[in-house]
């Protein structure tokens, strides 16, 4: 089974252009408790490497592109974020790293969880101990 959990987001478009609307539990399968988003990365900068305990995060990159690698500790995949209409579901016990930011780069993160630095496993090696238990 893939990694990659692509959800294709609903445009609503007329001819004043494009408008993506998100309600929690409705167009994501979880409660909405925090947005954040991360711009201005630095060329060449890799951002992430890391996995959460519990969160589940919606990703859309709506502006510019990065890429998306995810490993679930027996195989890798990378996916390229590129458009406002294409969100990337991540739950489970993942290991992800974000690369190649476009300089416009804005990604979105809605988050079903406050933030809680005790639900990052920032090292690769106990990451790999918890996926194998
Ligand atoms: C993730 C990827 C996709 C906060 O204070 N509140 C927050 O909600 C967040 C997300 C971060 N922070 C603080 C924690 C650090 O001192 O902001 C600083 C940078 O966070 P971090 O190094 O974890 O950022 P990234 O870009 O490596 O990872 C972020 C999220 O933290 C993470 O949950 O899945 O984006």
């Known amino acids: 089974m893939s990694l990659i959990n692509e959800q294709s987001l609903k445009v609503i478009g007329d001819d004043r252009g494009q408008l993506i609307a998100?309600?929690?539990?409705?167009?994501?399968?979880?409660?909405?408790?925090?947005?954040?988003?991360?711009?201005?990365?630095?060329?060449?900068?890799?951002?992430?490497?890391?996995a959460h305990r519990n969160l589940k995060q919606l990703l859309i990159c709506v502006s510019g592109n990065c890429d998306i690698l995810l490993d679930d500790g027996h195989s890798k995949e990378t996916v390229n974020l590129k458009s406002p209409d294409q969100g990337l579901l991540i739950e489970g016990l993942v290991w992800r790293e974000m690369h190649n930011f476009s300089e416009d780069c804005v990604l979105l993160v809605l988050a079903s969880e406050y933030y809680d630095e005790s639900d990052y496993i920032r090292c690769y090696d106990d990451y790999l101990k918890q996926t194998r238990k």
Request: proline share 3%.
């Open 22 to 50: 998100l309600e929690g539990n409705k167009d994501i399968p979880f409660d909405i408790k925090r947005v954040y988003y991360i711009y201005g990365t630095q060329s060449g900068v890799a951002r992430g490497f890391h």
